[in-house]
């Protein structure tokens, strides 16, 4: 049996670059939850750490967008550019438990997210905000920001509110219940390390 392959970190770098959007990341899916994150959005760059550290990934984060404009696009482009460092860091998927879940409250509010690293993009979004804003962010951009990843990281995932009144605590339930439901899915299954979790053969 050959497992070396779960002895080097599955770690990418993305350099993004629009008329938009200038964006640069290293993504390390298997580090400890460490991060630096500046997206030039407050609240964003708060529930990114929030994911980072209850996924136990690594990142480091520059975003310098046209936020003179509004902060769309570089939250949308942040997700894209996300999914496609983990993409890439995923590898051929050899050995992933593939499928995650996890349901994290935060006082009134409780979110469910489940994720199936299918190859396969799709995102079901039933997170409805009861405000427009959290601070100077739109709460439609955080819908956009997933649209992004899930397409870029050609994952499954759908996530689901099941009660809350506070924008702030349904978007940080939301983060933190993706980051468990990421890293579950992206651990490696120790009965089934040197197979593809799927009966095609490939993800």
Excluded: C
Excluded at 121 to 135: C, E, R, S, V
């Amino acid at each position: 049996m050959d497992y070396d392959f779960m002895t080097q970190p599955r770690q990418s770098s993305i350099h993004r670059r629009t008329s938009e959007t200038d964006i640069q990341l290293i993504l390390n899916i298997d580090g400890s939850g460490r991060s630096e994150i500046n997206t030039g959005i407050g609240f964003f760059d708060h529930m990114l750490t929030a994911l980072t550290k209850h996924s136990l990934f690594d990142l480091n984060l520059i975003v310098k967008g046209d936020l003179h404009i509004d902060d769309h696009h570089s939250v949308e482009d942040t997700g894209i550019a996300l999914g496609q460092a983990f993409r890439q860091a995923i590898g051929d998927k050899k050995g992933i438990s593939r499928f995650g879940q996890a349901s994290v409250p935060l006082d009134e509010a409780l979110s469910e997210v489940i994720i199936d690293i299918s190859g396969r993009p799709y995102l079901a979004w039933n997170i409805p905000f009861p405000t427009q804003k959290i601070g100077r962010m739109d709460t439609e951009l955080f819908e956009e920001f997933f649209r992004g990843f899930v397409m870029s990281s050609h994952i499954n995932l759908h996530a689901i509110l099941h009660a809350g009144r506070n924008s702030h605590h349904i978007a940080e339930a939301t983060f933190k219940a993706t980051a468990r439901a990421l890293r579950s899915a992206s651990e490696f299954d120790m009965r089934a390390l040197n197979n593809i979790p799927s009966t095609k053969g490939v993800l």
